[in-house]
């Protein structure tokens, strides 16, 4: 690496984690109306930011949910440009007691900084902003063309961004794409993952009587919507892992043999992720190991499940009515909408008699793989591999980014996920953290990875 650039990352480095605790400090949390403001203040926080380092033509662009920033520079002539995508929307914070310190009042203990997005994707979304600016700062330049889409509702399913993509393919036309939303196998790894699982979600709402009843007076003589539910649930999966729904495995594409090699060499202990998890057993599909369950295999999750009564104590009633929130994630050539339809028809055929089941539509997005010897990817695990002194991993990541899709069809451009996260760092939950190692690293390994990306380009 550039010394210059080392030197100046290094004498910026407590400025650079301030600046990332302000933004941290901004509660974003796009799936709650009551912070529709501070969505739009983190907004206007990233546009000024892009501003400060260098990119030009910056603009916050409406949606019909919450607004996309865009940003680029476009001063290296007849060089490749490159997309950079990211999000500066949140999780909610739910169990708030679970925290150890406050979600939105950053503090580093251990060598981490535990913050709401702090890993996801706040902490990786601004790496790449000081990763720029110490190139521009120190070289007065940068090696490609770059933009920058960082939208506001990614942890809601990127519901506006395909219509914004679409609308706006001019403006967002690249030669690569590159992400920073998915994490490494571990600790000292770094891992390129070259396709995510795509996802389908709905909930069901069993309806029962009119009103509560009281289960002395009436129970035996109707259904009681939760035990309903329960049926309904259980009739998804069998005994070993298998999802039951019909047609639900027809279109998944069974993995190479390059790949299930590559996953072998990773040496994955099994036993070591059991006793992480805390779980007294691995469970999942019967015939397939635990990183093609959790990478090229499609699931059906029950997320949520609720209804009667919740308080402390008894009530003795048969509740009016139950409802599931259910997510599926999907391996490349299965179809969200599909996938959807052959839920409908599983819940039609299987729903118990004496109640009425209806179903609410959600997050819906499609699978991506791109090969793993694209020389964007390969100039990545370059990158990785000068910092980190290791070969780099390349995996399929087990989440979903619902706009991958979308990327990928609407811009016809490489896409290279190339995350700086660990799978431990508790994103989507309490105590959510990212560890400065990888804060560390990963701005020289970006630095480094834009210079290896114009010689392979």
Known sequence: MNPNIQNYLIENRESHLQELFDLLKIPSISALPDHKEDVKATAEWVAQSLRNIGMDNVSIHPTKGHPVVYGDWLH????????????????????????????FEPEIRDDKIYARGASDDKGQTFMH???????????????LNFKFCIEGEEEI???????????NKELLSADVIVVSDTSMNERGKPTISYGVRGLAGL??????????????????????????????LDSFHNEDGKITVEGFYDDVLPITEEEKQAFEDLNFDEE??????????????????YLERTWVRPTLDINGIYGGFQGEGI???????????????????QDPDVIVEQLKQHIEKNKPVGIEVS????????????????????????????????????????????IISTLDKVLHAPIVLMGFGLPTENFHAPNEHFHLENFDKGLETLCIYWFELEKSL
Request: hydrophobic share 35%.
């Open 359 to 402: 179903l609410q539509l959600f997050d819906k997005g499609a699978p991506y793989v791109t090969p793993f010897d694209h020389p964007a990817i390969q100039a990545a695990s370059r990158a990785y591999e000068q910092v980190y002194k290791v070969p780099t991993s390349f995996t399929r990541g087990g989440g979903t980014l619902p």
């Open 203 to 232: 909930q069901i709402d069993v309806k029962g009587a009119k009103s509560d009843l009281h289960s002395g007076l009436y129970g035996g003589g109707v259904h009681n919507p939760i035990n309903a539910l329960v049926q309904l």
């Open 315 to 333: 009530k003795t009633v048969i509740p009016s009515e139950a409802h599931a929130k259910i997510t599926c994630r999907l391996v490349p050539n």
């Open 76 to 103: 290296a002539e007849g060089k490749p440009t490159v997309l950079i995508y990211g999000h500066y929307d949140v999780q909610p914070v739910d169990p708030l007691h679970l925290w150890d310190s406050p979600p």
């Open 157 to 167: 399913g990127s519901p506006n961004l395909p219509a914004f993509v679409e609308e």
């Open 129 to 143: 902003l000081k990763a720029l600016e110490t190139i521009l700062k120190t070289e007065g330049k940068l090696p």
């Open 272 to 289: 070591k992720q059991r006793q992480e998890l805390g779980v007294p057993a691995l469970f999942g599909e019967k015939g397939h190991s």
